[in-house]
């Protein structure tokens, strides 16, 4: 269950312009312990859920001249990613543009001999101010990962229409920020003069409320927006990226071949624990019979897995230090 903890990358490229492919916008995290981890073989069919610029999928294709890789993403503006990975490995990608929560009906019932599964928001989305996920770069505040093509409620509607209790609710539970209620009463009182349109509007509200932070010195010293927390909740919400992993999860076995590997690569703690749960409760415990006798593995019908990694991987010094 490997744990990302940086995120930083280059600048996406412009959308009307096909990406160059040996240039990589999104720095995907801890390619080496995930490629480990899915042991990539020849003749092997893998299946990456979140595809964005292809970092896992151009890897995972390179490390075995024979496999083939299946990928989501419900993402349009990732498409010319998808364009240069089906001209650099010709017959061997497939790509689906879905949420990773409906795979199992996207890829027919195909099973895989390893799936990964990156959660979050991209360093791309964040760094294209327009799609409304950055505190730093102004921007309709939207926060739609697949851009609206399903016509969800974007970010805006939510702070301009919802109760302040619910934005309240909503703020603690996937922020777990302590200044909720203050944040909401804000909220709530700044619409009321004129309705929130963009990022920096939020922004600005939330820091009139909140006083910046520190990461402590263990981190360097660094200061937090204090709208991050805010913003991370507005966009789970809005993007509903807490029910789609309990959904996927449950579903994750129908996606595996016997012996097949589950990779995920969470960023904050509220996705962590959900799958930290998970793996705990579908994996085998020793069951104490006799001190002189070995411990048995009892398998129930919902204990289909085996965990690999006693402790969460995180990512190394060196991947720290690079995306400082």
């Not at 309990?246 to 076995?253: C, D, G, T, V």
Request: hydrophobic fraction near 40%.
């Amino acid at each position: 269950r490997p744990r990302g903890r940086s995120r930083k990358a280059r600048k996406a490229p412009d959308s009307d312009s096909a990406p160059d492919s040996d240039a990589e916008p999104h720095t995907s995290v801890l390619m080496q312990e995930v490629l480990q981890y899915l042991d990539v073989k020849d003749g092997g069919q893998y299946l990456d859920c979140t595809f964005g610029a292809g970092g896992y999928t151009r890897r995972i294709l390179a490390a075995a001249p024979a496999c083939h890789v299946t990928a989501l993403d419900q993402d349009p503006s990732v498409r010319p990613f998808v364009d240069a990975m089906s001209q650099d490995f010709p017959g061997r990608f497939q790509f689906e543009e879905t949420n990773f929560m409906d795979a199992v009906t996207a890829v027919g019932g195909r099973r895989y001999d390893g799936v990964v599964l990156d959660l979050g928001v991209s360093s791309m989305q964040l760094d294209q101010g327009e799609r409304g996920f950055s505190i730093r770069n102004d921007g309709l505040l939207n926060m739609r990962m697949d851009m609206g093509v399903h016509g969800g409620p974007t970010a805006a509607d939510f702070v301009n229409s919802a109760p302040e209790e619910e934005i309240a609710d909503v703020i603690w539970k996937y922020g777990e920020e302590r200044a909720s209620r203050r944040i909401a009463r804000a909220i709530v009182q700044s619409r009321a003069q004129a309705p929130f349109t963009t990022t920096r509007q939020l922004a600005d509200v939330v820091r009139g409320v909140v006083p910046m932070r520190s990461k402590g010195r263990r981190k360097g010293g660094a200061f937090v927006d204090p709208a991050t927390k805010t913003f991370q909740a507005i966009r789970i919400h809005v993007n509903r990226e807490l029910e789609a992993l309990e959904h996927f999860l449950s579903q994750a076995q129908h996606l595996l071949t016997p012996g097949g590997r589950l990779v995920v690569v969470s960023f904050h703690s509220l996705e962590d624990r959900i799958v930290k749960e998970f793996f705990v409760a579908h994996s085998p415990r020793p069951q104490a019979v006799c001190k002189y006798r070995p411990t048995p593995i009892l398998r129930t019908p919902d204990q289909y897995l085996q965990v690999l990694t006693r402790k969460v991987v995180t990512a190394t010094e060196a991947e720290l230090a690079a995306n400082a």
